[in-house]
């Protein structure tokens, strides 16, 4: 009888509990204009100066509105990823604006994260680049304000051209040769510091040939890495991780910090690397000794597209105080304050008038502004790209192909499979 | 059944209800779950509530029995585990045994390094031993002459760089088990073999060992269940499962492809997976033993 019980309690809470359990934000309807609007901004290494512009802003905020305190908490970025979804969860824990990256926008907007912004009513919206402000959008609809950007272009040391009587290379083809011929005159260098998980050196390369990642017909996406033109680019990219160039040994695995790391050390005689990379590099040994030129495109004269990455600031959706986090947002992301920011920090800002003048007083910044203005690329806007990237599809996809273990073929033909897995799951 | 009976059965039980109450909170209930969700296509957007939750029934388990990478990925980490187990029981018993052997001040000496092992965080442990071996820096290859060399470029030197930390931090545990184990065999016992004229080597195969069997069943057990688990060691040495995913074990390959990418639906079915096969090769392992006599 006992058993009887037992069975009949467990069969009682199986049928309470038959689902897993779902929570999440719903919009809150209230709109207060008063209390306590807080915050999440990405902590930085060196966060002092983000913090004063912060402060700046806070206390002109403030000083607007009487009644309102800012709370700003700064979170890494290391685990943003693990706070969103916790934010996401339980709309209680949940700031009202939020930094964050754009490659995050679409998981974020698919999980019912951010609300839509109206920038219609805010004049200085419309000297947003439109290249960047499109990394804001799904399917048409803005969720974020574009508050700085990063762009790469390619790193070389002055000091090893002159010596060799070497022209930084004009277009895409000539890269692979000069990094061949400067390792083979200078063994003890990497020609280019190229890295097989180093996702956005790879992306240039192919778009540069016509290529894509992936393409999109009215929002449904299929994988375009095996296409003709993608094949062509990845075998250019991959190309430069071979023992004559970028050894695969110390190559294969590295991202992004770890091949600048390469260029830093005095190891490399080119890299590719971004504007924000700047102040590291100057505090290394390859220091006053290097230039750098937008990453040349298939023909001469052209730069081939770079990935536009960068944060945004947007709005949550369960907020209650919409109106004042609305303005919060625009006064952070304004001109005024992206300029501030950029003498603060280095971001570049999202305006082309801010950045055309930021520009012509910073010589050190045109590689990069006229790669912005020669049109960047993305990163497929669905949720699918979040888990496509975390199950790390491109990079094994070059590590395959630089171990020799798949050729390209094979290789695009797989992460393409896989990609479309995700896209149609 | 007589009153007294029943009602003696009815004092145990409320004396164990407490234990059962903790165990049923602390287990059933998380594995309960788990099941449950790896029923379900349940990523983040179902998660806070962004989409509707599907019911997929096996769906996820088919999904993941169907992929190749997974079996490739499943019969590394066996082989994988199965090296560390091998490699740490003998290590462990080796040392186990050089203890009882040697001086008090060499065996301290000997313990407090193996207890520093053990003490030792995974992640400080691994990256103490990425240093040691690094491949411009590393202090191993300037020992070896080899600089530039990389150890966990290659598949297998990766996969053995990694087997050799986890059974660096793992032996301690089954040295001092072992040893107290061996300090437990009462004298008599010993004093008798000898006086019946059976050399070291028969003693310590007919009547060292069968007295140690509970106990080596145990750490046995037990390194089968931490070496199939290993995710740490993995995670950090190989930057995240090797070049090109080659040195994913089935832990990181869980974590990668399903709780990084928010598919916690098919994260659950592969804990579910890894704990039948826990269960399974335990069962396996505590069956065989009882059929070659051990009482457990």
Redesign the interface.
């Given at each position: 009888m006992r058993m009887k019980t037992l069975v009949a309690v467990l069969g009682v809470g199986a049928v309470v509990a038959c689902a897993p359990v779902q929570s999440g934000p719903t919009s809150s309807g209230t709109d207060e204009q008063t209390g306590q609007l807080r915050v999440w901004l990405f902590d930085e290494v060196n966060r002092g100066p983000k913090e004063a512009v912060v402060k700046e802003a806070i206390s002109e905020f403030q000083g607007k509105h009487s009644g309102v305190t800012v709370d700003v908490q700064y979170i890494q970025v290391s685990s943003r990823a693990e706070r969103f979804k916790a934010a996401f969860s339980d709309p209680k824990s949940a700031p009202d604006v939020a930094e964050f990256g754009n490659t995050d926008l679409a998981g974020y907007v698919s999980a019912g994260g951010f609300s839509e912004l109206d920038l219609g009513k805010w004049d200085e919206s419309k000297d947003l680049v439109p290249s960047i402000l499109d990394t804001a959008k799904v399917d048409g609809k803005t969720y974020g304000v574009p508050w700085f950007v990063g762009v790469r272009a390619l790193y070389y040391r002055t000091d090893v051209f002159t010596e060799l009587g070497l022209k930084p290379p004009a277009t895409l083809d000539e890269i692979a040769p000069l990094a061949r011929e400067i390792r083979q005159k200078k063994p003890e260098l990497i020609g280019i510091s190229a890295g097989g998980k180093y996702l956005f050196a790879a992306l240039p390369f192919i778009w540069a040939q016509g290529g894509d990642i992936a393409k999109s017909d009215g929002g449904k996406f299929t994988a375009a890495i095996d296409s003709a033109e993608s094949k062509a680019g990845v075998a250019k990219y991959t190309e430069l991780i071979k023992d004559d160039i970028c050894p695969p040994a110390t190559c294969a695995g590295n991202g992004g910090d770890a091949s600048v790391e390469a260029f830093r050390a005095g190891k490399a005689a080119m890299t590719i690397g971004g504007d924000f990379n700047r102040k590291s590099v100057d505090a290394s040994s390859a220091a006053g000794k290097y230039g750098v030129v937008p990453l040349p495109g298939k023909t001469k004269g052209s730069v081939a597209p770079a990935f536009a990455g960068g944060n945004l600031l947007g709005v949550m959706k369960g907020t209650q105080r919409k109106t004042l986090a609305n303005e919060f947002t625009q006064l952070l992301a304004s001109k005024k304050y992206q300029q501030k920011m950029y003498t603060a920090m280095g971001n570049l800002p999202t305006f082309s008038d801010v950045q055309k003048q930021v520009a012509e007083s910073d010589k050190f910044l045109e590689p990069f502004t006229k790669t912005l203005q020669s049109g960047t690329k993305f990163v497929p806007v669905t949720p699918a790209w979040a888990k496509i990237e975390a199950q790390t599809v491109v990079p094994t996809m070059l590590q395959e192909i630089v171990t020799g273990a798949k050729n390209v073929d094979t290789a695009t033909a797989d992460a393409a499979k896989t990609m479309n897995a995700a896209f149609t799951s | 059944m007589s009153v007294t009976a029943k009602g003696q059965g009815r004092t145990a039980f409320a004396y164990l209800a407490p234990a059962l109450l903790i165990l049923g909170g602390l287990l059933a209930y998380p594995i309960?779950?788990l099941v449950?969700?790896s029923l379900?296509?349940?990523g983040?957007?179902?998660?806070?509530?962004?989409?509707p939750?599907e019911f997929l029934g096996l769906g996820n388990y088919r999904n993941l029995l169907g992929n190749q990478q997974f079996w490739g990925v499943l019969g590394q980490t066996v082989a994988f585990a199965a090296v560390c187990v091998v490699g740490t029981l003998l290590v462990g018993a080796f040392l186990a045994i050089l203890a009882t052997r040697v001086r008090t001040w060499v065996r301290m000496t000997l313990f407090l390094a193996a207890l520093g092992a053990w003490s030792t965080p995974a992640v400080a442990g691994s990256t103490i031993w990425l240093f040691l071996f690094d491949?411009n820096f590393g202090f191993v290859n300037e020992v070896l002459g080899i600089q530039g060399?990389?150890w966990?470029?290659d598949k297998w030197t990766a996969f053995g760089l990694v087997a050799a930390q986890v059974i660096w931090c793992s032996f301690p545990f089954v040295m001092v088990t072992l040893f107290a184990g061996i300090k437990a065999i009462p004298g008599e016992v010993l004093e008798a073999a000898a006086l019946d004229g059976a050399s070291a080597f028969r003693t310590a195969w007919s009547v060292t060992l069968p007295l140690l069997k509970p106990i080596i069943l145990v750490v046995t057990i037990q390194s089968i269940i931490w070496d199939f688990k290993v995710f740490t060691q993995i995670y950090v040495m190989t930057?995240?499962?090797?070049?090109?995913?080659?040195n994913l074990v089935l832990n990181v390959y869980a974590y990668?492809?399903a709780f990084?990418?928010?598919?916690y639906g098919l994260g659950a079915a592969i804990g579910v997976v890894m704990t039948v096969l826990l269960l399974g090769i335990t069962m396996f392992y505590l069956r065989a033993l009882r059929r070659s006599g051990e009482v457990l």
């Open positions: - | 309960y779950q449950l969700i379900y296509d349940y983040q957007e179902q998660v806070s509530g962004g989409a939750l491949a060399f990389s966990t470029f930057n995240g499962g090797g070049i090109a995913g080659r990668q492809q990084a990418a928010s598919e």
